[in-house]
């Protein structure tokens, strides 16, 4: 059974660019969380989405958004990239609260 | 906003050692999780504590949700190399985990 996994593993992207990060949750799982987690602290919360809706939102900006897929898979996208979108971004999946299974993450490196 | 507060945020002990890992906060939580993290990878779960002042314990390693819900530990026993990593707490609010900025643990043979 394939946990969740996230594509691609690492990218650098030059600032103001977009980018679209990709996620396929562990099956059976219909809720899908995205984190931003920057070097040395915790994960961040930036959304989670559940029947291709966005059902709750973290302090992120627009500029950070989402989508969910009929097969629960999801895309975040984040567009205008700053320097300080550098972090490791880690997709959660889950059919029941208190049960996440994260990814491996997608390093993004913003130059 | 809810704030998880870890401590402490660097552990270094040797190897047979014991340890204890706080994770605090204001706010109450629906649910507090452990999870451990190495380089390179996603948090991995190790515990879910529900129930105000409950204790669970995963071989040599025991958890305990305060009274009110609000704070939780993390006790290792008899620490081992292979214990090395990023300790992190996550309080659920709702569908959101809030984390705490974590512990990183070392522990030499």
């Known amino acids: 059974d394939a946990g969740v996994t996230q594509s691609p593993t690492h990218l650098i992207k030059t600032r103001g660019q977009q980018v679209t990060l990709r996620c396929s949750p562990k099956?059976?799982?219909?809720?899908v969380s995205w984190y931003q987690q920057a070097l040395g602290q915790g994960p961040q919360f930036i959304f989670q989405?559940?029947?291709?809706?966005?059902?709750q939102r973290g302090n992120f900006p627009d500029r950070f958004s989402g989508h969910q897929f009929p097969n629960y898979s999801s895309e975040l996208n984040v567009n205008a990239l700053l320097l300080g979108d550098s972090a490791l971004y880690l997709c959660?999946?889950?059919?029941?609260?208190?049960?996440?299974?994260f990814g491996q993450g997608t390093r993004l490196t913003v130059v | 906003t809810q704030l998880l507060e870890q401590s402490p945020q660097f552990l270094s002990i040797q190897e047979g050692e014991n340890l204890t890992v706080y994770c605090n906060s204001s706010?109450?939580?629906?649910?507090l999780q452990w999870y451990r993290q190495e380089p390179g990878e996603g948090p991995v779960l190790l515990v879910t504590?529900?129930?105000?002042?409950e204790v669970k314990k995963l071989k040599r390693l025991t958890f305990q949700f305060g009274d009110a819900r609000k704070d939780s530990s993390l006790h290792i026993t008899a620490a081992q190399p292979g214990d090395t990593g990023l300790y992190l707490c996550?309080?659920?609010?709702?569908?959101?985990?809030?984390f705490g900025q974590g512990t990183i643990l070392t522990v030499h043979p």
């Open positions: 959660a999946s889950s059919s029941a609260p208190d049960m996440a299974f």
């Open positions: 099956s059976g799982h219909d809720t």
């Open positions: 989405y559940y029947e291709e809706e966005e059902r």
């Open positions: 706010s109450v939580f629906s649910s």
């Open positions: 996550a309080g659920r609010s709702g569908g959101k985990l809030t």
């Open positions: 504590v529900v129930t105000g002042g």
